[in-house]
């Protein structure tokens, strides 16, 4: 008998393997990972190509990375970094944040109102300098909507969709009053270094960029109480303020770095056409940082959270998106493709479902004990005879 055999007949092995898979299959990430690991499997049975990676010379001449995958990764920085910020508001607010598109287009235009005063011929040191100001000042601008929104949730119990609801109205509307409305274009290419390639540096700057934001927030979590305190205030408020917390001020906190994470997704994409199309920029990326959040298996009702596997969510959606259009499907279709993804997790997610899917484990399982027991009772039969 070899060992496998040995294995396969061993109760307590069976018992391991099925205790090991029910942890995988509870796992926060499973979701998320089997969703991509799906996205990698369909596009490399369609096409092997898709994954190829090659380093050849941009339109300025400069050797980039290119190819599928470094879209992917390229075009998902934005959703990433805004899936951070959602995350959190989510888990203490137990609602979703509607206007972080119309921000973006508010922060991408105070960056560009700034920029665009000054003379192309300034020197690398004066340009950085004027670059920081420009994004200190988005900071703010956008971290001050984001506890307008915050104020309007915390304090004044308004749900946070209808409480976002005003600024998903109004934004692109001040978007296009902080420049008087003008089309503006950065003629200075430095500025597009940002949402682009650096000179010498093959991979796109985006993908550094998240990757400080998530070092960031990760040292912040672990710091700090924010993660607790969040998960605190989502899961029972009152119970928190008995326990010293300030939930008011918590939800406040989530959405000024919800804030904070808009104006760095506003610096990206204006950075990446060195102008602003205030209708039309980061158009329904408030859908996909909901969609990611979910994907990421984060309830949506607040509470216990993981922003890796938000994270991991937004790729899956760009990759999504990628491969959707690899396929021919139209762009005014895709966004009904990720209306049905939300709509299947949220489905999923409801307490009434996952309370079916517990008592009908329950009902299997009292099901087989209930069939050992009959077939202990048959063999004693047997043996008392």
Known sequence: MTSDTMKSNNPSF???????????????????????????????????????????????????????????????????????????????????????????????????????????????????????????????????????NGALVAYFNIQPMVATLILFTAGRSIAAWINNND??????????????????????????????????????????????????????????????????????LTFIILGVCVAVCGFIKVSRTSSITYSVIANNIEMDAILAVALGGNALSGGKFNITSSVIGAYVIQFLTTTLYKFKVSSSAISAYKAVVVILLIIISAPIVRRWFEDMKNKREAARVAKIATAANTESGKENV
């Open 14 to 148: 069976a018992i391991k393997l099925k205790n090991f898979l029910g942890k995988l299959v509870k796992n926060q990430l499973f979701i998320p990972i089997v969703a991509l690991l799906l996205l990698v499997l369909i596009n490399l049975i369609a096409d092997p190509t898709f994954f190829k990676i090659v380093l050849e010379p941009s339109s300025t001449g400069h050797l980039i990375l290119s190819g599928n995958l470094i879209t992917i990764i390229d075009n998902a920085s934005e959703l990433a970094i805004l899936a951070i910020g959602m995350t959190l508001v989510t888990s203490a607010s137990g609602g979703q944040d509607i206007s972080v598109g119309a921000t973006i287009a508010i922060a991408g235009s105070v960056i560009l109102r700034v920029i665009k005063v000054q003379p192309t011929d300034i020197s690398n040191g004066r340009f950085a300098a004027m670059l920081i100001l420009a994004f200190v000042l988005c900071v703010v601008v956008s971290a001050i909507f984001g506890a307008f």
């Open 183 to 252: 089309n503006i274009s950065i003629k200075d290419t430095r500025f597009a270094y940002y949402g682009n390639f650096i000179p010498g540096i093959a991979i796109p700057t985006p993908v550094f960029i998240t990757a400080i934001c998530l070092i960031v927030i990760a040292l912040v979590l672990k710091f700090t109480n924010l993660r607790l305190y969040s998960q605190a205030v989502g899961i029972n408020a009152s119970s928190s303020r008995l326990n010293g917390i300030n939930p008011k001020m918590i939800k406040l």
